[in-house]
């Protein structure tokens, strides 16, 4: 159990982004946001309640919201749109999960474990989403009619009629060179150590990753001005 | 004050929640607070675009101070002017452009950027001078960022100055001046998350000193300043005001008599709102235009219906992790009202993650006896068959988990031909003879 002390920590911290003035202007519990919200059909979650709880500054209660409630949210944004207030309360909804890694919650840890895959994707490659990942076994509840057209799935995206998207392990080709520079925009912005205290396996196998294809872009970069 | 107010159980004031409690401050105190309250309420408004800052004015006046680069829209770019939700005016350009790819598009929906080129290719627009579409860029990495909290504004900021800049210099590898081509963002997420990452870095100095720290690490500053675009682009927004020449000089197929649904994304209008095309012609702009305009200039007839505002459930993390969410809101908000409601016969997005959600999500409905289902693909994908493009070979429906089959034969297109003819081309595919919308070497960025 945290104590008071830490929980104000946590909502000091949320306070600090440079967002959340923007996000939060007030609030007269009209509910509209709630009303629109998808999330709030089917899940213990108000983002009326989300912001009432930080406009109220009511630390106790903002770092329960923060063990469960904030995951719920579909980040559609559409409560963002219609507060009449303009606050976003889906905006302050992603820096509550901000702060949620960057504490090192256990829900928050939980929450994440099924999404590592796209995580160790996106952070190696730069893409989301890939080709190979979107097979009939990973998503039976999709049906059988997820590829219409049987066939090897190299040469179904071979026959894409762009360079680019003839992939399969990646949603495009992307330079070498392109996510190198990702790879240190992710280090010089915290982001992998982010994903350290978040899950230190999948870290560990995204920096080696990291390492190896630095060592590759190094060892064209040699090349390149060897042939100069 | 009634004593049902004050529930002595510490349950809180009635129908607030526990965590609301009786104040007990003085008259003065009160007031003070009030006082306080009513400051911040006074920034609501009825007619917000009157309070409303245009974060382009800030931008432009950043230039002249010398602290950025803004790629502009220029002449060569042929812009064509539009309206936003104020009555503000927005510069879409049509040519010159660089496709900023969509990781979700191109990992699942391919048919989306290949239709969008084809359309580019037909109207004349030349691969390299025209547009470009290279392997130097990265996704804008929001998906993750919105799906797991992993990442920060610092982060997605750097990601969207470093793929802008490549923007702003990559005509350089092609025989063009810098600022030749201009970003053509093709994901809704993209879109409204850039949008909003430039606001705040127009707004927060302290943001921009941090970003230029990264930006300069990797060699993208123009003369030691950030390069921010004019406008930020949406690839339906470019349809949006290309739909009457799509339709008078490339429509072959006659759509009158297809029911059309418009699913747009929340991330196109609900972000940065201010910034999405409303038109008095489109749904006497009541709705935002794109997507709608396109299926409207073709001939199509557009069915308005109840849950249009809803978004689609998509959720980011939920339709990975938490799918049961995901299905269960797309197929009741979505495709059970598209076809009890208005009983279309396709539904358009303008977005990757809505298409795939509402695309996907319609078999598993079976299980509890939802038994909906209606064909679901882009405005783009749609044009592009209204144009006579190949089902399978351009607009790649063979993707799609919905009954895309229906449409396209309503639309006088036989799918089981096109299918046969596409399985004959996949021989040519393994035998090396591969046709292209444009010359792949363009591709490779040096």
């Known amino acids: 159990m945290a104590t008071y002390a830490e929980m104000r920590e946590v909502f000091e911290d949320i306070k600090a982004d440079i967002r959340y003035d923007h996000e939060l202007n007030g609030c007269l519990n009209c509910g509209i946001c709630t009303a629109t919200c998808p999330s709030a059909h089917f899940y213990d979650y108000s983002p009326r309640e989300i912001v009432q709880l930080l406009w109220t500054e009511n630390v106790e209660q903002i770092y329960d919201a923060m063990q469960e409630k904030i995951w719920a949210c579909a980040q559609c944004m559409t409560c963002a749109a219609r507060c009449p207030f303009k606050n976003s309360p889906g905006g302050l909804v992603a820096i509550m999960r901000e702060v949620a890694i960057k504490h090192g919650f256990q829900s928050a840890k939980d929450v994440l474990r099924p999404f590592g895959r796209v995580m160790l994707k996106l952070i190696t490659t730069g893409n989301q989403l890939s080709p190979d990942m979107i097979q009939p076994d990973h998503f039976p509840d999709w049906g059988p009619n997820i590829q219409k057209v049987k066939g090897n799935l190299k040469t179904l995206r071979k026959a894409i009629p762009v360079r680019t998207l003839q992939t399969t392990d990646t949603a495009w080709e992307v330079s070498l060179k392109t996510s190198v520079e990702m790879y240190t925009i992710w280090e010089m912005t915290g982001v992998l150590e982010s994903l350290e205290t978040m899950d230190e396996n999948l870290f560990d196998v995204i920096q080696d990753f990291i390492d190896e294809k630095r060592e590759e872009y190094e060892e064209l970069m040699e090349d390149a001005s060897a042939q100069d | ?446």
């Open chain 2, 1 to 446: 004050m009634s004593a049902e107010q004050f529930p002595s159980d510490g349950s809180g004031i009635a129908g607030h929640g526990a965590f609301f409690q009786p104040t007990n401050l003085s008259p003065e105190d009160a007031a003070k607070a009030t006082a306080w309250v009513e400051k911040h309420v006074d920034r609501r408004t009825l007619d917000l675009s009157e309070r409303m800052d245009d974060v382009r004015d800030h931008m432009w006046q950043l230039e002249k101070e010398g602290e950025i680069i803004v790629h502009r829209i220029s002449d060569a770019h042929r812009p064509v002017d539009v309206q936003t939700l104020f009555g503000w005016n927005k510069k879409i350009p049509t040519a010159q452009l660089w496709h900023h790819k969509s990781c979700g598009q191109c990992g699942n929906i391919p048919g989306y950027p290949t239709a969008l080129l084809w359309t580019m290719n037909k109207l004349g627009m030349v691969p390299g001078r025209d547009y470009l579409d290279e392997t130097d860029q990265t996704s804008c990495t929001a998906w993750n960022y919105h799906g797991s909290g992993i990442g920060n504004l610092e982060s997605l900021a750097a990601v969207f100055l470093r793929n802008f800049h490549q923007a702003y210099v990559s005509g350089k590898n092609h025989g063009h001046d810098t600022g030749h081509f201009y970003p053509l963002v093709h994901c809704g997420t993209s879109y409204g998350n850039y949008k909003e990452v430039r606001k705040y870095l127009i707004e927060s100095p302290q943001l921009r000193e941090k970003v230029k720290k990264i930006l300069g690490k990797l060699g993208r500053l123009v003369d030691g300043k950030l390069v921010i675009p004019e406008e930020i682009v949406h690839y339906s927004e470019w349809v949006h005001v290309m739909r009457k020449r799509i339709a008078s000089e490339l429509q072959t197929i006659d759509v009158s008599k297809v029911r059309v649904t418009v699913h747009t994304a929340c991330h196109y209008y609900k972000m940065v709102h201010e910034d999405a095309i409303y038109d008095p012609s489109v749904l006497g702009g009541n709705r935002t235009a794109v997507g709608t305009s396109v299926a409207e200039a073709l001939g199509a007839q557009v069915i308005d219906y109840s849950t249009w505002y809803d978004c689609c459930g998509f959720g980011f993390r939920h339709i990975i992790s938490e799918r049961e969410f995901t299905r269960s809101f797309t197929i009741d908000r979505k495709i059970k009202i598209a076809r009890e409601e208005a009983n279309a016969d396709v539904m358009l997005g303008i977005d990757t993650g809505c298409i795939t959600t509402m695309d996907k999500n319609q078999w598993i409905g079976k299980a509890h006896d939802k038994n909906y289902s209606v064909p679901i693909m882009a405005d783009i994908q749609f044009a592009a068959l209204a144009c006579g493009a190949d089902p399978f070979k351009i607009v790649q429906l063979q993707w799609h988990a919905s009954p895309c089959e229906e449409v396209v034969e309503k639309m006088g297109i036989s799918w089981d031909e096109s299918k046969r003819n596409f399985e004959a081309y996949l021989k040519e595919v393994e035998a090396g003879r591969i046709e292209y919308l444009y010359n792949p070497e363009l591709a490779i960025s040096r």
